[in-house]
């Protein structure tokens, strides 16, 4: 029987370690604070962004709201991104995808000053990764890695695959594990016989965007198995990539969904605005 990997306890240790530091800079007076734009009101996004503000709380960082209606044009949300960048004490910049059509998400996304862009999808930020400078880290895969250590799961030696490029999640866990020492492989659509592929992984990163498709076919007796993909289901259920009933049983630890990365994304988001602080130099 696999190990669980619990998700939830895992991103509340990173909450309360985050927690514990703002606490500590608000004594030195220094205080933390995110702004989160959202432009429309796309009820997932809605959701994704009242749970930001209520992490926020949680760990006590401040939080800034900018609820724009859907039909704010490119160059308003461009100069609220300027005015935020330019304001001392706005630490943290999310911009919630996905904008409207006539928005173009690159164009905002990169409009926002690297050391405030604390989802790590700033190529400058992404390049600080391929490089191993300090930046900002996209939170799922950051997650990743963390609930692989804090489950005592070695990563240096081992041959890990990713399943997925997506910039968001499979290249940055790409070079994540890489970084890590592990022997890396990055599979994708092209991939030719993709289970042949997965079957060398010790450690298997499965982001592919599709309920329930990695059965024990694709895993090797043993592996530790990380399912990042999330779904809900017609009868309401949560699922993720990986065919948990199958798979289960052949790996030796496991991520179930829900409970498994998806908290983690939210906790690696507070860490990073911590870093935010830290990286500007305004709390040592
Ligand atoms: P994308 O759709 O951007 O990327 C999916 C990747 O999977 C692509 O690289 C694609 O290859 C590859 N792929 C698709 N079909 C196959 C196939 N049959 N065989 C091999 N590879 C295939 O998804 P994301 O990376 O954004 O997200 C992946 C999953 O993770 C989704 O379920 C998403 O909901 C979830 N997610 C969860 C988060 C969380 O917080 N838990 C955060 C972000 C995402 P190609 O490049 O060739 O098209």
Redesign the pocket.
């Known amino acids: 029987m696999a190990k669980i990997i619990d998700g939830k306890s895992i991103s509340q240790q990173v909450k309360d370690e985050v927690k514990e530091q703002v606490s500590k800079l608000a004594q030195e007076g220094v205080t933390v604070t995110l702004a989160v734009i959202q432009v429309g009101a796309d009820p997932a996004s809605s959701v994704y962004v009242r749970n930001k503000k209520k992490a926020c709380e949680a760990v006590g960082i401040g939080s800034e709201s900018y609820e724009l209606p859907e039909e704010t044009s490119q160059e308003e949300l461009l100069k609220l991104i300027d005015t935020l960048n330019e304001r001392p004490e706005v630490d943290g910049i999310l911009v919630q995808l996905p904008l409207p059509g006539h928005i173009n998400e690159q164009i905002v996304l990169d409009r926002i000053v690297p050391g405030k862009e604390v989802d790590g999808f700033h190529p400058q930020n992404v390049g600080c990764l391929s490089i191993g400078k300090p930046g900002f880290v996209s939170?799922?895969p950051a997650?990743v890695i963390q609930l692989l250590k804090r489950s005592g799961i070695e990563i240096a030696g081992k041959e890990c695959v990713v399943?997925?490029?997506?910039?968001?999640?499979?290249k940055p866990m790409a070079m994540l594990l890489l970084k890590e020492n592990g022997t890396v492989t990055v599979?994708?659509?092209?991939?030719k016989d993709?289970p042949s592929v997965t079957r060398r992984a010790d450690i298997l990163v499965v982001?592919?965007?599709?309920?329930k498709?990695i059965t024990a076919d694709y895993v090797k007796e043993g592996a530790v198995v990380i399912d990042?993909?999330?779904?809900r289901m017609e009868d309401g259920k949560l699922c993720?990539?990986v065919d948990f009933a199958s798979v289960e049983p052949v790996a030796s630890a496991i991520t179930p969904v829900p409970g498994?990365?998806?908290p983690?994304?939210i906790a690696m988001l507070m860490h990073n605005c911590l870093e935010s602080v830290r990286l500007s130099g305004k709390a040592k």
């Open positions: 939170c799922t997650g399943i997925g490029r997506s910039n968001i999640v499979g599979t994708h659509s092209r991939t993709l982001a592919i965007g599709k309920p498709m990042v993909g999330i779904h993720g990539d498994g990365v998806g983690m994304t």
